[in-house]
């Protein structure tokens, strides 16, 4: 599978509790985006990088949140001392580092996302 | 603020018919807009994209129409089969590379 990967798929935590996601995007991919997904909305937008660079961070990501990609390559997104509206579908994403309006390569794909349920 | 919005929520056709899937955007500065697909417990699975140089775009069974006049976009899926059940969601983007999705039409095809 050489798709966008994502785990743990599910996590159950109780509140108060750190959280940690790993984010492997597609090979070659130099721009990772995280966003969230709550039941019956459209996913937002959280945070992205170029390469091991964090461009962008949205107002959504508070300072519990944290996301890190060291190398440039696999990422991390760890949620600190959990509460229950952080109960979510944590979605990762990739892209090439080409702008996304000029080419279809350019698309942004997808992984299955990571299920946070904090009780 | 911007927000991409959709229709209607819940989208019923018969196996083989066409199906359309209608969306409003109101940033007037995306330049760049994508469907996807996305099954229960899955991620979203890109279809399709278009560009605003654009006003129509087709794939494989479908084919997205934008109307930059009036800030709307549209899925047509032709021939519709069961696995094209899923809920639908348009998302507009423009150079900031972030995506701006709307809540999704949920797609049901009746056998």
């Known amino acids: 599978d050489t798709g966008v990967s994502q785990n743990p798929r599910h996590k159950i935590t109780k509140r108060g509790q750190n959280v940690t996601f790993r984010c492997d995007p597609i090979?070659?991919?130099?721009?990772l985006y995280w966003y969230r997904q709550t039941l019956g909305q459209g996913p937002e937008f959280l945070t992205y990088?170029?390469?091991?660079?964090?461009?962008?961070k949205s107002r959504l990501l508070s300072d519990r949140f944290s996301a890190e990609r060291p190398k440039g390559s696999f990422s991390t997104l760890e949620i600190q001392r959990t509460e229950q509206g952080d109960s979510a579908m944590y979605l990762c994403?990739?892209?090439?580092?080409?702008?996304?309006?000029?080419?279809?390569?350019?698309?942004?794909?997808f992984g299955e996302g990571s299920w946070l349920t904090v009780v | 603020g911007e927000s991409v919005g959709l229709h209607l929520p819940t989208l019923s056709v018969q196996e083989g018919d066409n199906s359309i899937i209608n969306c409003a955007y109101s940033?007037?500065?995306?330049?760049?807009f994508i469907w996807y697909k996305q099954e229960s417990g899955k991620g979203p699975q890109f279809i399709i994209d278009?560009?605003?140089?654009?006003d129509k775009r087709q794939g494989q069974r479908v084919t997205v129409l934008l109307n930059k006049t009036v800030k709307h976009l549209s899925l047509q899926i032709a021939a519709t089969q069961p696995g094209d059940s899923a809920v639908y969601f348009c998302a507009e983007g423009d150079s900031s590379y972030k995506l701006i999705f709307g809540s999704g039409t949920r797609l049901l095809v009746r056998p």
């Open positions: 940033n007037s500065a995306s330049d760049y």
């Open positions: 090979s070659e991919h130099n721009r």
């Open positions: 994403a990739s892209s090439l580092g080409g702008d996304i309006r000029v080419a279809s390569g350019n698309t942004i794909y």
């Open positions: 990088f170029q390469n091991e660079a964090q461009l962008e």
């Open positions: 278009i560009r605003s140089n654009m």
